[in-house]
């Protein structure tokens, strides 16, 4: 299976590496100081045990070199994904299968409008990683399942030879019948984690031992449940309620990926996380205040640093 993953940071860099294992033919990708690495020494996967080293992997930031894949998958930031739909086109052929395995639940939608004959699937990806230097993808958490599906459910041809290998190459991977409901099961508390880190500037532990903070990450994900379940998808009508006590498991300094690009004046997801959740429960009929709450106070923020903050922070 030829694939090209199409954004070869924590996520694409870890899954690709262990699809590489598994005897795909992986084309990564990159730019900058990482693609110069692993053109230069390969890709290294450090922090779980002993470093995973690929010597010599086929890594580029020229998608027209790699030619028609088998698949495409896409695990870039959600602000990049409709300059990159515009990259991959000389990557897909008629028999071509594209896969996001990026953040939300809106993903999907541009990828077809993109790509109106091309076969698209969903997938969701649970891993805690972080390109630790160039060319060094660090595992920084023991979560690891890589879930992918058909849209329409069912079973899936390419899935199950996607699966083969994911886990000839040590991946701990699954095919969905119902790969929405994952979707979104991950974007609740998606949803609570990066909304209340980001708007509170905080780790996870301080707001799940306040009454009031922790009141409002419950609240906020139950708005993401009533939204998903208005709109078809199977979610336990207690959702919220679940996240919440998974939230009570994991370490108290965990906390989001849109946090940490606050914290760096990055760009946020803003838009396809709470704005997403806005936009859909209009559609659907759901009030979702405290989602618009977090929408409208990162606003300024969304697009990298505000002007004002930058220059008081220069001052």
């Known amino acids: 299976m030829k694939i090209a993953m199409v954004g070869s940071g ?14 795909a ?6 730019r900058g100081a990482h693609l110069a690495a692993m053109r230069e020494r390969g890709l290294t996967i ?3 045990g002993e470093p995973i080293l690929l010597p010599k992997v086929q890594a580029t930031s020229d998608t027209a070199s790699i030619g028609v894949c088998d698949l495409v998958v896409i695990g870039v930031k959600l602000w990049d994904t409709a300059a990159v739909l515009e990259q991959i086109r000389q990557l897909v052929g008629p028999k071509t299968t594209i896969i996001s395995f990026q953040n939300g639940v809106t993903k999907r939608d541009l990828i077809r409008s993109a790509n109106p004959g091309a076969h698209v699937m969903d997938g969701v990806a649970y891993v ?6 160039p060319g060094v993808i660090r595992r920084t958490g023991p979560l690891e399942r890589l879930i992918f599906g058909e849209i329409a459910g069912g079973p899936s041809v390419v899935g199950e030879q996607l699966l083969g290998i994911a886990r000839k190459g040590g991946i701990n991977a699954e095919v969905s019948t119902d790969v929405t ?22 780790r996870i532990g301080p707001i799940r031992s306040n009454p009031q903070t ?7 994900m139950r708005e993401v449940v009533a939204v998903g379940r208005a709109l078809g998808v ?7 309620e679940q996240r919440l006590e998974f939230a009570d498991g994991v370490s108290p300094d965990m906390t989001s990926s849109m946090h940490h690009d606050l914290e760096r004046g990055n760009k946020l997801e803003l838009p396809w996380l709470s704005g997403a959740v806005v936009e859909l429960g209009a559609k659907a009929g759901i ?9 409208d106070i990162l606003t300024l923020h969304s697009t990298g640093p505000h002007p004002e903050r930058a220059s008081a922070r220069n001052a």
């Open 10 to 23: 924590g996520v694409g860099g870890y899954f690709g590496a262990g699809l590489s294992r598994g005897g």
């Open 25 to 30: 033919d992986v084309h990564f990708i990159a």
């Open 46 to 48: 450090e922090g779980h």
């Open 128 to 133: 805690a990683t972080t390109i630790d230097r």
């Open 181 to 202: 409901r994952e979707v979104w099961q991950k974007f609740v508390f998606l949803i609570g984690l990066s909304s209340t880190t980001t708007s509170m500037r905080s």
């Open 214 to 220: 922790r009141a409002f990450m419950l609240d906020v």
């Open 234 to 240: 199977q979610l336990d009508a207690d959702y919220a």
């Open 287 to 295: 009030a979702t205040p405290l989602n618009r709450a977090v929408r």
